[in-house]
């Protein structure tokens, strides 16, 4: 319960002091009022804006997906190959770090000059920022690995792919999961970057980052906090199947959840 009441009430508190600095500004600045939309009009603008962000919603959580899937698979390989040798991390590390650190704004430039609009450069840009975490935080847990079982398995003549099956991997799963929710809070705000950037209504259907393109040129006040709630959705429902995943494969064994039910 109180992991449900807390955030409830604080919510509600939060929703409260909204509509007291609206009020604040319908009687000093009713000029002003545009800035900032009751709550219940953002949930109007919803319902009013289905018909745009209902497709809008689905444009975003294709590109969301598709990068996402594509940054763990490519970060499990990457990041079993980062683990073999310290050379290895040291010669290909810095590289991802120039990754991690150009901008997405020199980047998607270049993505429409190579890839053009549309899904695939949405994919790529959500892929770019929801990649190094996750493969940083999988390639520690990978080294990380208790230093008296990787010795036990060595004496007991363990071949390097049994060392990494039956040990290391399992070993890495925390710090996996770890960088797994970084990266699904990470890639909905990719994918919206990337709409905004990169994105386009071809066949009538753009993206949440195109969206907020049009209700900002429009001073849609409600619209845009209806789109960045509906970001927020989408965040929480991905980082919500990895905490599943999460559950599901760490509870019977893994002392952060047997000390918790204990």
């Known amino acids: 319960m109180k992991r ?11 929703i409260a ?7 604040h500004i319908d009687v000093t600045y009713p000029s002003r009022k545009f800035v900032l939309p009751y709550p219940h009009e953002v949930v109007t603008a919803v319902w009013e804006h289905r018909d745009e962000l209902i497709p809008a919603t689905l ?23 980062l683990s073999v040798s310290s050379w290895i991390r040291a010669s290909l590390f810095p590289y991802l770090m120039v990754l991690q650190l150009t901008p997405i704004i020199v980047v998607a430039p270049i993505l429409l000059i190579w890839v053009g609009q549309g899904l695939i450069s949405v994919a790529i840009i959500t892929f770019l920022i929801s990649f190094f975490p996750l493969v940083v ?12 079982l990787v010795d036990l398995f060595r004496m007991s003549r363990a071949t390097r792919w049994q060392e990494i099956l039956h040990l290391r991997l399992p070993a890495a799963l925390p710090y996996f999961f770890t960088g797994l929710r970084i990266s699904a809070i990470l890639a909905p705000i990719g994918a919206v970057v990337g709409d905004f950037f990169a994105g386009n209504a071809a066949g009538g259907v753009g993206g949440l ?3 907020t393109v049009i209700y900002s040129s429009n001073l849609d006040t409600p619209a845009l ?14 980082a919500g199947l990895v905490n599943l995943a999460n559950w599901l494969c760490l509870r019977h064994w893994h002392e952060s959840f047997v000390q918790r039910d204990r």
């Not at 959580?61 to 990041?79: D, I, Q, T, W």
């Not at 935080?137 to 008296?148: E, K, M, V, Y």
């Open 137 to 148: 935080n999988t390639t520690q847990g990978l080294i990380s690995t208790d230093r008296n």
């Open 17 to 23: 002091v909204v509509y007291a600095i609206r009020w």
């Open 4 to 14: 449900i009441l807390s955030p409830l009430l604080l919510g509600l508190l939060a």
């Open 59 to 81: 444009s975003t959580a294709k590109g969301a997906a598709a990068g996402f899937v594509a940054s763990v698979a490519l970060s499990l390989g990457l990041a079993l190959l």
């Open 225 to 238: 906090f209806a789109t960045a709630g509906i970001c927020c959705v989408l965040g929480f429902s991905l």
């Open 209 to 211: 980052g195109f969206m």
